[in-house]
């Protein structure tokens, strides 16, 4: 038997598109002459659909737009993730074949940690039923159903099926493709039958689906792998097939970001964004993401200088803008800041110059920018990056200003990894911005260092706190600083409100800002 893995890219709450790129994938899986064709958890609505749930219209047009699909299932059996209303809603996968809706399987096991919320909405199942496709059995899965029950996949093949179809919304993270190969491996092994796994593709707000839908034999091993980032079908049987490349880590989170971006810029209705080149590492990174996500032509670069920004900064981000091809304007902000500060001259009569003057200068620039995106449709790309976010190192209301922060969950040290991959090839970021120290250039002569401690130092202690809640003695432990750590500790603590505030991120690590770290505003524990 054939089968095709149709790794879509839907958008949530789209309905009727969605509904109508299933059956154009089934239409193509069938003139590749597969007898099975496979499609994400939650294919009809994307997912998370979150609180649309909550909407009974929804809920039907969901169900409208199935019956829809299972009227293009001639000559193939189809396995289509939709919302199923019995006494309450069922995250499910519908088996559809020629014309007729065969059976549904009803999820059993609900995630209800980090950014997933199931259990606000659905109903667990506890049956799994079997299903049959060209004469061979078959069992179904529903993503974490095959993460928290080892047993599972043994007692499906125990009830006689030939092999096991697990449909799945899985987020990407730096890492995660080598975790989910070991989990099916050993799920198919420990079943002793094959495993087809359709995962989703695409961006949807902070979250990448990667793809990566693959086939694992009842040994284990590794049969048919499709392309990750991007939608494609892969048609397979279960012996053998196709094993798409595996990407290094930096280079899957360049693609998780180019991916997350270009969705969220199209999917809401942008088509261009505007950034703001400093010459430094985080708006050069930024920017050839965008360029790689949208195209030269719609990315903009503005430099805005002030009297303490340095001729070499131009210099960069001029020759970052010609390397990649994209719009380049300056607007100096000089005349702007002494405008303000002449307004506020009689206010602050008799007071030290500080952070206040330093953040007018990140707050000019911010409404500069969402000036240019009001009056020609940009959308802003923030280039702030997970380091600064963390310890609370930027300006509300100035380089927090966006519709998107691009690399807000890239720490510092990663930011230049990245810079490294973007030129392995050739020099498209200046070589003297990997060179020079970072520097807001907010006041003559600043350096980051003097505000905050050495991002090598910072990275892995915000790692530990962070992304695996060590308390601060078990950070301690590791061999740093008490005092550094208590400082690093209570700058991340005190910038909640500012992380409220700021644009979305795209999740890239295990543990993001945003929907998978709600951490209180008030909030005065300290470990």
Same mark, same amino acid.
Request: net charge negative.
């Given at each position: 038997m054939k089968a095709a893995l149709a790794q879509i890219n839907p958008i949530v709450g789209d309905l009727k598109g969605n509904a109508k790129k299933i059956k154009e994938f089934i239409s193509k899986a069938r003139d590749m002459g597969a007898g099975l064709v496979v499609f994400p958890e939650l294919a009809t609505t994307g997912y998370p659909p979150k609180d649309l749930l909550l909407k009974p219209s929804?809920?039907?047009?969901?169900?409208?737009?199935?019956?829809?699909?299972?009227?293009?299932?001639?000559?193939?059996?189809?396995?289509?993730?939709?919302?199923?209303?019995?006494?309450?809603?069922?995250?499910?996968?519908?088996?559809?074949?020629?014309?007729?809706?065969?059976?549904?399987?009803?999820?059993?096991?609900?995630?209800?940690?980090?950014?997933?919320?199931?259990?606000r909405y659905f109903k667990a199942a506890s049956e799994y039923r079997i299903f049959e496709a060209e004469g061979l059995k078959f069992g179904?899965?529903?993503c974490e159903d095959i993460w928290v029950d080892g047993v599972l996949?043994?007692?499906?093949?125990?009830?006689?099926?030939?092999?096991?179809?697990n449909i799945s919304a899985s987020p990407f993270h730096a890492g995660k493709l080598g975790e989910r190969d070991k989990l099916?491996?050993?799920?198919?092994?420990?079943?002793?039958?094959?495993?087809?796994?359709?995962?989703?593709?695409?961006?949807?707000d902070d979250l990448v689906f990667d793809?990566?839908?693959?086939?694992?034999?009842?040994?284990?091993?590794?049969?048919?792998?499709?392309?990750?980032?991007?939608?494609?079908?892969?048609?397979?049987?279960?012996?053998?097939?196709?094993?798409?490349?595996?990407?290094?880590?930096?280079?899957?989170?360049?693609k998780a970001l180019v991916l997350g971006i270009r969705?969220?810029?199209?999917?809401?209705?942008?088509?261009?964004?505007?950034?703001?080149?400093?010459?430094?590492?985080?708006? *050069?990174?930024?920017?050839?993401?965008? $360029?790689?996500? @949208?195209? /030269? =032509?719609?990315?903009?670069?503005?430099?805005?200088?002030? #009297?303490?920004?340095?001729?070499?900064?131009?210099?960069?981000?001029?020759?970052l803008a010609d390397n990649l091809g994209i719009g380049f304007t300056v607007i100096p902000i000089t005349e702007t800041l002494e405008a303000y500060l002449k307004t506020l001259s009689r206010e602050f009569r008799g007071t030290r110059r500080d952070a206040t003057e330093e953040n007018l200068q990140a707050r000019i620039r911010g409404n500069i920018l969402m000036a240019l995106s009001n009056k020609f449709g940009y959308l802003v790309l923030s280039t702030g990056n997970k380091s600064e976010l963390a310890v609370g190192y930027t300006t509300l209301y100035g380089d927090l200003a966006g519709g998107l922060a691009a690399i807000s969950d890239v720490p510092k040290t990663m930011v230049y990894e990245l810079a490294r991959?973007?030129? *392995?090839?050739?020099?498209?970021?200046? $070589?003297?911005? @990997?060179? /020079? =120290?970072?520097?807001?250039?907010?006041?003559?002569?600043? #350096?980051?260092?003097?505000?905050?401690?050495?991002?090598?130092?910072?990275?892995?202690?915000?790692?530990?706190?962070?992304?695996?809640?060590?308390?601060?003695?078990?950070?301690?432990?590791?061999?740093?600083?008490?005092?550094?750590?208590?400082?690093i500790v209570w700058r991340v603590d005190r910038s909640e409100y500012k992380r409220h505030q700021a644009p979305i991120g795209i999740k890239v690590t295990t543990k993001?800002?945003?929907?998978?770290?709600?951490?209180?505003?008030?909030?005065?524990?300290r470990g």
């Open positions: 929804f809920i039907r047009e969901n169900i409208a737009s199935l019956r829809g699909i299972i009227r293009e299932t001639g000559g193939i059996t189809a396995v289509v993730g939709f919302v199923e209303e019995d006494g309450g809603l069922y995250n499910s996968a519908a088996v559809i074949r020629d014309g007729e809706l065969i059976g549904t399987q009803r999820k059993t096991h609900l995630p209800n940690y980090d950014v997933f919320d199931e259990k179904i899965t529903i996949c043994t007692n499906i093949a125990e009830k006689g099926a030939r092999f096991i179809v099916i491996s050993t799920r198919a092994k420990t079943g002793g039958v094959p495993v087809i796994y359709c995962n989703l593709v695409g961006g949807q793809g990566g839908s693959c086939v694992f034999n009842g040994r284990g091993e590794l049969v048919a792998r499709a392309r990750r980032f991007e939608e494609t079908i892969l048609v397979t049987d279960l012996v053998r097939g196709k094993i798409a490349p595996r990407e290094e880590m930096i280079e899957e989170v360049f969705d969220y810029v199209l999917k809401n209705g942008f088509s261009k964004v505007v950034i703001g080149l400093s010459g430094g590492i985080d708006s *050069s990174v930024t920017a050839v993401l965008a $360029r790689e996500a @949208l195209g /030269k =032509e719609n990315v903009l670069g503005v430099f805005m200088p002030s #009297k303490v920004t340095s001729r070499e900064s131009f210099e960069d981000a001029k020759k991959y973007i030129n *392995s090839h050739r020099e498209i970021i200046p $070589r003297r911005v @990997l060179e /020079k =120290e970072p520097s807001a250039e907010l006041r003559p002569g600043q #350096k980051d260092r003097e505000d905050i401690p050495p991002y090598s130092l910072l990275d892995p202690i915000l790692h530990a706190y962070i992304e695996e809640n060590k308390s601060i003695e078990e950070i301690v432990a590791l061999g740093y600083d008490e005092a550094l750590v208590r400082d993001a800002f945003g929907s998978g770290r709600r951490m209180p505003i008030t909030n005065r524990y």
